[in-house]
């Protein structure tokens, strides 16, 4: 980062789930150990997971601690293969509590595979530098799903779809929105079609809201890739044509495919180079091949065309090298080997072997990250250190070409117009790439003058974007039906999925979202000494005629079921009833009147008994007539309100209630229909 990032802006009483946090866990102003952490609206996405070439051990790691809780995380999005992108997956998947979904594309899954086998071998070289083994690569492998390009998936209110890269088979850029605010993050990318894969493409008709974009070539401008293939052919066939080796160190897959074809081809083109032998050194080679033959439909049109005749993967000239001790070290050769950065491996081990000889040479034909032997080498150094602690001169010679499958300035300053973002997060570049591109980007905005914030974090520093968009709903099933105006009322179900809101009829509930209606049974036992007969009057006092169900069981006011049960050691009523707000105010009512009841006059008298031992049997009941007529709703709510708020309830016309206490009111709406005694209350400007 050139400079101090300016602070990010501060909104007052800002919810803090309206901030959108980014941060870098690794690839902040730095190539390697790409992971991107994202917190907003409660939800916390990881982006990529991988190593740092230039380190080992649990130092090659991300910063994981910077999360409090590893199991909180719902989501890994991992865009490609790539050790400094996917190397760190199992260690986070099998070492740590993380319990989220991981997703990547087909190929990049059934290549992460091989890949990674291939990393553990080497790691197991140096048990104290090893973060997971074998069972562990294939638990993460047997976790991991699958996602096609331009397929939309929704997980818990996290909507992701991934959209072609370039850069390598199956990477991918994912654009993310949780709800209503959309990220693009590209991952590595390339703008350029190459010999096999497609350019990166912009996902249509959306302008996300943040960019997280890769900043590795800064402001550099790649060479046109006719002329940077024919400065390749041209620098091989030197070194071969005097009698050296020529090593070219690369990642096993990738760029790698694309060498190879070059060579295929310029071989094809020149016999007199058919007798000198080009290796492609990799125990992956003919798995990897396989997974390529695969997923042609993956790549661009050209190679679509070519697998309808043949496989565009078998090369004429090239030949597979399992190991160094299958290779005989004699005349000129074209050997590719990786790792790309001659950090170790077998690349490395050439390097040491070949170093001596002026006769020899190595092309460096993709970035190289700081603090590798092969970022060492470009400055052409007199000696080199060997893997046993020695010393090597270096007498062969070093040239560096581009082949890697990453944007230049040019590419990537026109992407990030195009995606028209107005935020934009640089990740993947050091720190004077990454700030040169920041300057370079700020003169070009500020001369058209047009608004862009750009953001350079370090690790674990974070990005804090606001966001609060304006909630809506959708009215959906027969509501929509009715041409709507403003001011309108509504009355639905409101129901709530993740960010999404949607307002429907009761009864299309089960058709149009995955809630089930159901209901719920309340019962209530009471106890009580109350004669049956003096509880009827009571409640006939205030509900209105009792509904004879069967022998001994009542509904009351068509909503409570009252049961007496016979022969109980303990005298006691049950009441049953289906839950809803009214009904519940029915039932406790129901109680209070049970309760009174029981202390009236006449549940007394009938009650009492008399205390000389006779066998007269005492009264039980005394029979009350009278004319009951089934009570309003309105009168029932108007006596509990009175009971309740005494003088402040005022009623201002036939179904409405005007309720003050102190200097706070509430009006009181009944609306009822006497045919089919479906009542409603509701409560308007209550505060």
Known sequence: MAGKRPAPTTFAATEEEDILKITPLGAGNEVGRSCIFL???GKK????????????????????????DLSTVDLLLVTHFHIDHAAGVPYLMEKTNFKGRVFMTHPTRAIYKWLLADYVKIASLSPDDQLYDEQDLQRSFDRIEVVDFHQEVDIGGIKF?????????????????????????????????????????????????????????GVQSHEPRPERETRFTRMVHTIVKRGGRCLLPVFALGRAQELLMILDEYWQAHPDLHSVPIYYASALAKKVMTVYQTYTNMMNSRIRELSKKSNPFHFKHISNLKSISSFDDVGPCVMMASPGMLQSGLSRELLELWCTDKRNGVIIPGYVVEGTLGKQILSQPDEIPAMNGGKLPLRLTVEYISFSA?????????FIQDVGSKNLVLVHGDSNEMGRLRSALTSKYAEREVPLDIFTPRNTETVELHFRGEKSAKIIGALAEDTLTEG????????????????????????????????????????????????????????????????????????????????VAIPHLVLEWDSNPVNDMIADSIVTVIL???????????????????????????????TVEKPSLEG????????????????????????????????????????????????????
Request: with cysteine; proline share 5%; aromatic share 8%.
């Open 406 to 414: 990453h944007v230049d300035y040019k590419e990537n300053s026109e």
């Open 39 to 41: 917190e907003f609206k």
């Open 161 to 217: 779809t991934p959209y072609n890269a370039g850069h390598v088979l199956g990477a991918a850029m994912y654009l993310i929105e949780i709800a209503g605010v959309r990220l693009l993050y590209t991952g590595d990318y390339s703008r350029e079609e190459d010999r096999h894969l497609m350019a990166a493409e912009r996902p249509p008709n959306v302008i996300p809201e943040v960019l997280i974009c890769e900043s590795t070539y």
């Open 488 to 567: 309108t009322l509504i009355q639905g179900v409101f129901v709530s999925k993740d960010f999404s809101f949607s307002i429907l009829a009761p009864n299309e509930v089960n058709e149009f979202t995955d809630l089930v209606a159901t209901s719920i049974l309340q019962k209530q036992s009471i106890a009580t000494r109350a004669p049956i007969g003096i509880i009827k009057w009571h409640l006939e006092q205030m509900y209105g005629p009792l509904e004879q169900l069967e022998d001994q069981s009542y509904r009351v006011f068509n909503a409570v079921k009252l049961n007496v049960p016979q022969d």
């Open 596 to 626: 009174q009841a029981e202390t009236s006059p006449a549940s007394v008298k009938a009650t009492k008994g008399d205390h000389h031992h006779h066998s007269e049997e005492p009264k039980t009941e005394q029979v009350i007539s009278t």
């Open 636 to 687: 029932m709510v108007m006596m509990h309100l009175q009971n309740a708020f005494g003088d402040g309830v005022e009623k201002t016309d036939d179904n409405t209630w005007k309720i003050v206490v102190d200097d706070d009111h509430a009006t009181v709406v009944i609306e009822s229909d006497q045919k089919t005694w479906v009542q409603s209350l509701i409560l308007e400007d209550g505060v």
């Open 45 to 68: 996405i990881i982006l990529d997971c991988g190593l740092h070439p230039s380190y080992t051990g649990l130092s090659a790691l991300p910063f994981f601690d910077h999360i409090e």
